[in-house]
């Protein structure tokens, strides 16, 4: 009986009409428009945490502090507010990147309010991704690909705290 079941099932799709290859099936419009979208934002996330990470490091005069034979003890109020800086400003450029997301879920419709907008972006960044219900579902693509993206802006910048961490460290 099951056999038969799976068997009908199987002739019905191969029954069914094939859209010619050489047209655009009507949901590729739409996702090529998602991935344009999300790579236009990875960019600009790229060159934003980059840009930042720069401006980070000679902050704390990383080329110059590598370099030092160091005078001062790892655990020194003076490294460990060094420290305590660079997590912040860290944190801040994901904050950067976050709310741009969460400002082009606004512009383009996907989500209705600047909470949920925010609160939904900051989850999907960090990959924590407990629901896309208040998403458009004709956006959730790019969501996908901020959490994509997320993932490796926090692997960037955690890199770069343990560069900071392992230059800090020298005495």
Same mark, same amino acid.
């Given at each position: ?22 047209? /655009?099936? /009507?949901?590729? %419009? ?9 790579? %236009?934002? %990875? ?7 980059? $840009?930042?990470? %720069? ?10 502090h590598g370099n030092s034979p160091g005078h001062l003890h790892p655990a020194s109020i003076s490294e ?26 606004? $512009? @383009? ?13 900051? @989850?999907?960044?960090?990959? @924590? ?21 997320? @993932? ?20």
């Open positions: 009986m099951r056999k038969k079941r799976l068997r009908s099932l199987r002739e019905k799709r191969r029954s069914q009409p094939v859209p010619p290859a050489d047209k /655009p099936r /009507p949901m590729a %419009v739409p996702m090529i428009r998602e991935l344009a979208l999300s790579t %236009v934002m %990875v960019t600009f996330t790229v060159l934003i945490h980059g $840009a930042g990470l %720069v401006l980070l490091a000679r902050l704390l005069r990383l080329e110059t460990l507010g060094k420290l305590l800086f660079a997590v912040l400003a860290l944190i801040g450029t994901h904050g950067v990147e976050i709310w741009l997301y969460a400002l082009l879920y606004l $512009a @383009i419709g996907a989500i209705n309010t600047l909470h949920d907008a925010v609160y939904f972006s900051t @989850i999907t960044y960090g990959a @924590i991704g407990y629901d896309d219900a208040v998403m458009a579902e004709r956006w959730r693509l790019v969501s996908a690909i901020e959490g994509i993206n997320g @993932i490796l802006m926090i692997g960037w910048s955690t890199a770069f705290l343990i560069r900071v961490v392992g230059l800090l460290r020298r005495v």
